[in-house]
Every structure is written in C-alpha cells, then in structure tokens.
C-alpha cells in the first residue's frame, strides 16, 4: 500500500488535533470544577444533577415559605396574647362591678374602661401584616374582618377558611385562624345552657350560671316561683319548673331555700338572693354570640343607673353572664393559642428536617458534578505530554519526502 506524504502530515495534524481537544476537555473540567460539561458527555450523572438541583431549589422555596408563616404566626400569637390581657382585665373589672359597694357613678367609670378595651379588641381582631393582609379574616385576607353595623350590633366579612403553605416534601400548615372561631363562636351562659333572668322581676335573685352534672338534652326550661296562698310571712317561698310546652317537669310546692342546689334533666344551678312570687328565670341552651356584642351589653349594663333591689340583681346576673362569656372567650383564646405556638414548633422542627436535606443534597450533588482535583491535574499532565509528544513527532516527520533521496 502507497502512502503520500500528504497522508502522513495529514495523519499526524489529526492526531494533534485529537490530543489537543482531550486536553482542552481536561482543562475546562479544572477550570470550572465538574465533571461533566455538557449533559451528552454522561446522561444519567446530567438527569441525576437535574433532579438533585431541583430538590436544592424546592427547598429553598420551603425556606422562604417557613420564614413567611413563622413572621404571619408570631403576629397572631402576639394580637392572642393581647387578648387575653384584655379578657383578664375585663373580668377584674366585672368582679369589682360586681361588688355592692359600687355606686352609679364608679360603674360608669368601669364602662368607659370596657369601652376602651373593647375597641382595643377590635382592633386586635382587625390586624393585619407587613402586606396589608388581615390575619383573622381567614381567605378573605384582602377584607376587614369586624366592623360595627347601623343597629349597634357587629358583623364579620371574613369567612372560616385557614390558610395552608407549603414547608417540606409533604408537609402543609395553616399560617391563620379565622375570627369567627376567635371571637364569634362563643358559646354563652357555661358553654351548655344559659341561666337568664326575666326583665319583669321584681325580687333580689340571682342565678348561677350553673353546670351539667348529667345527660342535658337541649331543652328549654322556666323555674317559677309560686306567689303565696296567704299573708303569712313564715309560708316559704316556692316553685316549680316547666319546660317549652308548659308541660311540668318539677311539680309545684318545692320549697326554695336561698343557695340550695336546684337539679332537673341533668342541670345544676341555685339561686341567692330572695326571688318576688311571680319571678322567673329561663334555662335555655347555649349558642354562639360574638364576644364584641357581649362586651357592648356589658357597657351598657354598666352604665343604666340601678337603685333598687331588684335593679341590683338585674345587674348581677347580666355580669354573672359577662364572666361566663369572659371564661368561655379566654379558654378558646388560650386554646388556639397553643395551636399556634404547637405551629411555630413545628416551623422550627421542619426546618431542621429541610437543613439535613440540604446538606445531604449538597453532598450527593457533589459526588455527582464535583471534579476530584487530584486526579484531573495528573490527567492533565498526561494530555499535555501526549500532546508534547505528537507535535515533536510531527516535527521529526513534516520535512521527509523522497526528493531527499534523488
């Protein structure tokens, strides 16, 4: 076989050209620090690279989330702490209202303080965040959620959604509670039945809020006292108790005795004080009000001037009713709150998870795509010889040619 000398120069550029492109593949591998330059030089390490780097990227958007739903719940737990200040300095001041030795003139002190720390409350329940977002307005963030109406009363525009963000793989958590499972379901009376006095009474008793002690069933009930058969001052006070359809359930005649128990279908109460013949009282179940419109009425209670006995019993009960409210409105208040902070541990615990994810990402992405430097500088030696080693080779055979031996 005849070779030319064109081949033979033309055999040895290759083979240059050959060296030269492994090295200048070498040398962008130490430049940049990887492996693999381009996703055809290995295309299972370039999908494996691509998956790991979109786990890095995922939890950094878990990151940024966590930090978002940490500053929304710290503000909730901050406006929850706040209320509850609040519902304890109510209650001081409904125990002091409650004292005989209040006048009409220090009980209007009292409801320019409830006043006062009603609006407060209002605004609590009114917060919003760094965005204008209101926290306790459930999806409807965008929305005030509390506002007094025309007739004195309280309306709520937000709704009982809870916001739920993303903060690992498969983890989801509420960054909200809505207002009305704060402030408006409530439930009055002791959270079962309302004791509630009739307006038309005209004797000094006082009803206790009372509790269940066996199976209540919802109904509604009215204790009576009897009006008495004669003038004689020594026939006892008595009474008896109906329920909704006027049907008996406790017969007439039962003798009452101030501060005794007064027990039927599962409802325990009494009652101090010395109730007029003709006076009643109403046991019904509890339903939700909203603690704003229970504060207004406790103003107002505070601030209708009483003289008479009666008067004075009226008022007592409408705050035996307001601490009630107030015990029901600070035990939900307490609970969410320790829902939130049960939350916040979790943002903490979460994020832990994420960091360890993270650095183990880290460390199989670096076994993937990292150069190991040793062993790419001693490859780049070799390259470089190689290369040395061809371009001497072509020196030694560019200038042969058979002329030289005519």
Do not use: C, W
């Not at 006070?237 to 101030?258: C, D, M, R, S, W």
């Not at 939130?340 to 199989?364: F, H, M, P, T, Y």
């Amino acid at each position: 076989m005849r070779v030319s000398t064109n081949q033979t120069q033309q055999t040895a550029v290759n083979a240059m050209l050959d060296q030269q492109a492994k090295l200048s593949k070498v040398q962008e591998q130490v430049a940049t620090g990887r492996k693999i330059a381009k996703p055809s030089e290995d295309p299972v390490a370039a999908a494996k690279i691509v998956n790991l780097d979109d786990i890095l990227r995922k939890t950094e958007q878990f990151k940024s989330n966590i930090t978002v739903a940490r500053a929304r719940l710290n503000l909730e737990e901050g406006a929850l702490a706040n209320s509850v200040d609040i519902y304890h300095r109510i209650r001081e001041l409904a125990l002091q209202a409650n004292n005989a030795t209040q006048t009409n003139e220090t009980r209007s002190y009292m409801a320019e303080e409830v006043s006062q720390l009603l609006d407060e409350l209002l605004g609590l329940a009114n917060s919003s965040d760094s965005t204008g977002e209101y926290l306790f307005a459930g999806n409807k963030g965008r929305f005030k959620p509390f506002g007094r109406n025309d007739k004195g009363g309280f309306d709520y525009y937000g709704d009982d959604g809870q916001r739920q963000i993303q903060i690992g793989p498969k983890r989801q958590i509420a960054v909200n509670d809505s207002g009305s499972k704060i402030f408006r379901e409530i439930r009055d009376g002791n959270g079962h039945f309302a004791a509630l006095d009739s307006p038309q009474n005209r004797g000094s008793g006082v009803i206790d809020p009372g509790a269940v002690t066996g199976q209540y069933d919802l109904g509604t009930y009215a204790i009576i006292f009897d009006r008495k058969q004669s003038n004689n001052p020594n026939e006892p006070l008595t009474y008896h108790v109906i329920n909704a359809k006027g049907e008996t359930v406790v017969p007439a005649g039962q003798v009452f005795k101030e501060g005794d128990a007064i027990e039927f279908r599962g409802i325990h109460t009494s009652i101090d004080g010395e109730p007029a013949p003709g006076d009643y009282f109403v046991i019904r179940p509890s339903f939700n009000q909203d603690i704003f419109t229970t504060l207004q009425g406790f103003v107002d209670a505070l601030r209708v001037g009483r003289g008479s006995p009666s008067d004075h019993a009226q008022l007592n009960n409408e705050i035996n009713r307001v601490l009630s409210a107030m015990d029901v409105a600070l035990g939900r208040t307490l609970e969410v709150r320790a829902n939130v902070g049960a939350r916040l541990n979790a943002l903490d615990s979460q994020e832990d998870i994420n960091d360890s994810l993270k650095i183990q990402v880290k460390e199989i992405l670096s076994g993937v795509e990292d150069l190991d430097y040793s062993k790419a500088v001693s490859e780049l030696n070799q390259k470089l010889t190689s290369l040395q080693a061809s371009q001497k080779a072509f020196t030694r055979v560019q200038d042969i040619s058979l002329f030289n031996y005519l």
